[in-house]
Structures are given as C-alpha cells and as structure tokens.
C-alpha cells in the first residue's frame, strides 16, 4: 500500500526491498525546517513540488521538494527541501526559505545543481501583489545543507 501511494502521489519512488543491496528508499516524509525536524504533510506543512537528482556524487538518486507552511495567517511560506538517500535510509538536510506567497513554476536537478522556477513581486510591491516576476534559483548542496549559488 505505501508503494501504490507513493507512485499515485508522484510516480517518483520505488518500493522498499528485503535485500540492503536492491534496496529503493521509500522517501522520507522527515524535513528538517527552521532548525526543526518536521514530518510532512502535518498540521499546516504540504509538499508541493518535488524531483530527484545525485546531490552529493554518491550515485544515489536523493530527493529535493518544496513544502509550503500555511500557519494560519496570511502568509504561505516556501521551503526547498533536499534528502540523501543513505542506502535505504534518508538524511533530511537543512531547508531553505524561498519566499512568502510566491508562484512556483518548476522544480529541477541537473548535475547536482536544484533549480526552482519562481515568480515574485517587486521588493516595493505589497504582499497582496501577486508574485509577477519569473526568476531562477539555483543552490547546491553544502556541509550546511542547501545553499544558493551565485
């Protein structure tokens, strides 16, 4: 049943195996926000995006994702998330704050490099603007977690 559901969800993820050596992680759903370990979905946390790449050149295939935190107020705040894979365990790393109310257009890893496709608004703009300007931002893995690149 967790398999199906998570091929249902994102078609990304096989399913666990008995043998350590044919093992296929099943994602975690641990996130570490905020300096917090975070189970995701839960109260208020949903992820929205998601894609698979080598972040770290070990030839395994982790697992970035944003997750969006609704608090209640008038803010959703975006965060990318990454997961090494660790034979059949996960490693959640450090996430990064993306933004409140932004749009998402696109989620991405190519040659270790996460790519988000944004849109924000200007910095003079109110917050009931909605997110107009199409951006790229691009980090990499570091000891610290994700980190954007210049």
Known sequence: MRCLV????LGLWGCQSSSEQDCQPTPSSLHQIEGEQVQVPSKGYVQVLAARGDLNGDGNADLVDIVRFDGGG?????????????????QPQESVFLGDRIGLDGLSVIAAEVRVSMR?????????TPAHIAVERRFRLTELGLAAVD
């Open 6 to 9: 998570g091929v249902l969800l």
């Open 74 to 90: 008038s803010g959703s705040f975006y965060y990318l998330s990454a997961n090494l894979a660790q034979g059949c365990d996960w």
């Open 120 to 128: 924000v608004r200007g910095d003079a703009e109110p917050m009931a």
